[in-house]
T-cell receptor, first 116, second 111 residues
Framework: GAVVSQHPSWVICKSGTSVKIECRSL??????MFWYRQFPKQSLMLMAT?????????EQGVEKDKFLINHASLTLSTLTVTSAHPEDSSFYIC????????????FGAGTRLSVL | EDKVVQSPLSLVVHEGDTVTLNCSYE??????LLWYKQEKKAPTFLFML????IEKKSGRLSSILDKKELFSILNITATQTGDSAVYLC???????????FGTGTRLQVFP
C-alpha cells in the first residue's frame, strides 16, 4: 500500500474565513494528486486534479477562485477554501497515485469542514 | 454522459451470510474498474479489474468484471461485523487519471 496523510482532520471556522487543507504522500512521490468532496451518504465527487509544478485541472462547476489548489512539491498538495460559507461545509478527501502505470489512488483520511 | 451505478444502495445481513454487490457502468474510453471499502474516513483499495472474466480474490472477498455487459460484482462470503462499510466502485478512463465513483453500497452486518 501507500500512505497519504491529510491535515487537519476536522476544522470549524467562521463564515468568510479561509481554510487550508494539506495532503501529503508520506512514502512515495506523487506528480498527481486529486481532491474530492463528499456529501453525507453520497459518493466522492472529483473537484480537481492537482499537478506538481503546474496549474490544477478543475472539474466542471468547481470554482477555481473559491478552491485554490497548490502542488508545490512531489509530496504535498494543498486545497484552500477561500471565504468559506456554510454551503462549503462538507467532507474533503485527497488521493494520490503511487504508480502512474496503474491508477490505484490511495486516499487520505479526509477533512471535515464545518463553516458557521 | 458517463456514469457508474451501484446496487443495492444498502444491505443489511447477519454474520455468516454471503453478499453480492453490483456495479454497472456506461463510460467512454474505459480502462479499469476499482473497488474500495470506506468505513469511516479514507476509502481503502480492494481490487483493480481490467480484464473480463478473471476473478480477483482476497480472503473472503472476490470480484469479477464483465466488459461486454459493462458490470462488475463484488462478493463477500461468510460476512463478519467488520465488513460493515460503504463499498465504492470506480471506473478509470483511458488516457486520463480520473476516476468516476458510484454512489456506493452501504453494507451492515449484524451479529
Amino acid at each position: 500500500g501507500a500512505v497519504v496523510s491529510q491535515h487537519p482532520s476536522w476544522v470549524i471556522c467562521k463564515s468568510g474565513t479561509s481554510v487550508k487543507i494539506e495532503c501529503r504522500s508520506l512514502d512515495f512521490q506523487a506528480t498527481t494528486m486529486f481532491w474530492y468532496r463528499q456529501f453525507p451518504k453520497q459518493s466522492l465527487m472529483l473537484m480537481a486534479t492537482s499537478n506538481e509544478g503546474s496549474k490544477a485541472t478543475y472539474e466542471q462547476g468547481v470554482e477555481k477562485d473559491k478552491f485554490l489548489i497548490n502542488h508545490a512539491s512531489l509530496t504535498l498538495s494543498t486545497l484552500t477554501v477561500t471565504s468559506a460559507h456554510p454551503e462549503d461545509s462538507s467532507f474533503y478527501i485527497c488521493s494520490a497515485n503511487k504508480d502512474p502505470r496503474k491508477n490505484i489512488q490511495y486516499f487520505g483520511a479526509g477533512t471535515r469542514l464545518s463553516v458557521l | 454522459e458517463d456514469k457508474v451505478v451501484q446496487s443495492p444502495l444498502s444491505l443489511v445481513v447477519h454474520e455468516g451470510d454471503t453478499v453480492t454487490l453490483n456495479c454497472s457502468y456506461e463510460v467512454t474510453n474505459f480502462r479499469s474498474l476499482l473497488w474500495y471499502k470506506q468505513e469511516k474516513k479514507a476509502p481503502t483499495f480492494l481490487f483493480m479489474l481490467t480484464s473480463s472474466g478473471i476473478e480477483k480474490k482476497s480472503g473472503r472477498l472476490s470480484s469479477i468484471l464483465d466488459k461486454k455487459e459493462l458490470f462488475s460484482i463484488l462478493n463477500i462470503t461468510a460476512t463478519q461485523t467488520g465488513d460493515s462499510a460503504v463499498y465504492l466502485c470506480a471506473v478509470e478512463f483511458r488516457n486520463t487519471d480520473k476516476l468516476i465513483f458510484g454512489t456506493g453500497t452501504r453494507l451492515q452486518v449484524f451479529p
